[in-house]
């Protein structure tokens, strides 16, 4: 039974640190920043442990004590379901996400949560192998043979915890039950090592299933008072929530897969109307293409803009075929059962990675049709955008599958100028290495291009000079905010490639 609860907390380990990502992200995002503390947090708390538990084991080797060590790691992990809720909010309001004035940098907010949340689990079930190679050592002559078999074990079931987690656990549970689910089965091998302490398990058995109960309730009446609903899908976590309009107080429906701001929003009295301010710019595809009728864009998201397109026949004709291009399904099934979005003709939908989408059509294009309009908006969260999206080779792709006078539209978070302006000027020296003519539209704050805010980028395949004025006021309001870059200077960061795309570190300012 003692190798049995060797391979549980190997398991363990494991679905705790992959759900922890899950954990994190609708706090501080999902860039390599977070990823880079977790594992390295993890990765040390387990080290010491191996250190400590060894030490333990050659003092003391009671299997009674290595089964309390266990049980303690089960309530690490449960306090892990309980703090989190209260420790990630008030990081998350202390990170700096890109504002030097803000008193803890992103790196130290992520650190600081991975190490008080998982740090303590970690350390107690990195105990577990070296204390384990004690109990089962009879002699010096097999003693690698035990330490061995048992750190096999150990690592087996670190590889089925990771399969669990990856493939099933984190969509089929969702990450509080998760978290849980691992408490318990903390208990369970807590038992395999040692049959006593019954009541110490009973214990903690009924407090795990008293945190379930709490907790259930907890979420059922956010979701009745606050309309909060926390979906994990097989790609990320998902968050959605009323929340109210800032400039016109009208009531929205918000869809957020990380900290700060939101990926798609909607008015539930208008639900196809353009709630976010940097959506209602993708309007300027049909002012420098009058006419398209074949576009394409990357990033589903709440579906705003694909919904607007085919709810507007006037301003964009009725014969539209767009093509959307969304990685996760359960992000698609989330539009359609709280975003209004409807299957419709000209829009298909295309569960695939962006990159492979673009590769595959580059390849099937081969002088066949090709789109006239292209609009990118990808992000896993707020301040992480997929590196491989946004490199010379994808925008080359993006060139390649546009007729000769395409245009592309691209949403970009970052500022135009000052020290936080490193992702835009990035981004666009990037596009710049593809296309003849690219253009930059401030959307959240044109009179402070120093200001972290969405920038869009529209890059042209034509070089001829584009229509920057419109006799239709809003068209001509969303013109006025072209921002004129400085021309290209020593330091500017290089162009964004497979081999170089430190995107994560450009908008974190790190």
Not at 360 to 389: I, K, N, W
Not at 410 to 422: D, H, K, L, Q, T
Request: neutral net charge.
């Amino acid at each position: 039974m003692l190798e049995l609860a060797v391979f549980l907390c190997g398991a363990v380990v494991m679905v705790l640190e992959l759900t922890g990502s899950r954990v994190l992200a609708p706090f501080l995002g999902t860039s390599i920043v977070v990823w880079t503390s977790l594992i390295g947090v993890v990765l040390g708390a387990l080290s010491l442990g191996y250190w400590w538990g060894g030490r333990l084991a050659d003092r003391r080797p009671e299997p009674q004590l290595l089964s309390r060590l266990i049980l303690l790691a089960a309530v690490a992990t449960l306090l892990m379901a309980g703090l989190k809720g209260l420790l990630l909010p008030y990081l998350q309001n202390k990170a700096a996400w890109g504002v030097s004035e803000l008193p803890l940098p992103m790196a130290g907010a992520t650190l600081l949560a991975t190490l008080v949340l998982f740090g303590p689990a970690s350390l107690l079930l990195g105990m577990v192998s070296p204390f384990a190679v004690r109990l089962r050592m009879e002699s010096a002559a097999s003693s690698g043979r035990t330490a061995g078999n048992l750190y096999a074990l150990s690592t087996l079931g670190s590889i089925v915890g990771t399969f669990a987690a990856g493939f099933w656990l984190t969509s089929a549970l969702g990450t509080t039950n998760i978290v849980l689910c691992m408490a318990g089965v903390l208990v369970v091998a807590s038992a395999c090592v040692h049959r006593g302490d019954m009541r110490l398990r009973i214990a903690a058995g009924a407090l795990i299933a008293l945190a379930a109960g709490a907790l259930g309730l907890q979420d059922a009446q956010l979701q009745s008072k606050a309309g909060l609903f926390d979906i994990d899908t097989g790609y990320q976590r998902v968050l959605v929530f009323n929340s109210l309009d800032e400039h016109s107080g009208e009531l929205m429906r918000v869809l957020t897969t990380g900290p700060e701001g939101m990926q798609s929003a909607m008015y539930p009295a208008d639900p196809q109307a353009l709630a976010v301010p940097y959506t209602r710019f993708y309007r300027l595809a049909a002012h420098f293409r009058p006419g398209f009728r074949e576009a394409l864009m990357l990033g589903g998201g709440g579906y705003s803009f694909p919904k607007y397109v085919r709810s507007q026949p006037v301003e964009f004709g009725p014969d539209v075929r767009l093509d959307v291009v969304e990685i996760d399904p359960g992000i698609t099934d989330i539009a359609r059962r709280m975003f209004h979005l409807e299957d419709a003709p000209g829009l298909s939908i295309h569960h695939d990675d962006a990159r492979r989408f673009l590769n595959r059509a580059r390849s099937a294009r081969r002088g066949g049709p090709a789109y006239e309009v292209a609009l990118v908006d990808v992000f896993t969260s707020h301040l992480a955008v997929p590196f491989h999206l946004a490199t010379r080779e994808t925008v080359q792709a993006l060139f390649d599958v546009l007729d000769r006078d395409g245009v592309v539209l691209v949403n970009c978070i970052s500022a135009a100028e000052g020290p936080r302006s490193r992702f835009y000027r990035a981004l666009l020296a990037t596009y710049r290495s593809v296309f003849p003519r690219v253009e930059s539209f401030l959307v959240g704050n044109p009179a402070d291009p120093a200001a972290f805010q969405n920038i869009m980028l529209v890059a042209f395949k034509s070089p001829q000079a584009p229509a920057l004025e419109s006799p239709r006021p809003d068209l001509a309001a969303m013109l006025a905010t072209r921002h004129v870059p400085a021309p290209p200077r020593p330091g500017d960061p290089p162009v964004l490639t497979d081999d170089f795309a430190p995107v994560d570190h450009y908008l974190l300012s790190l």
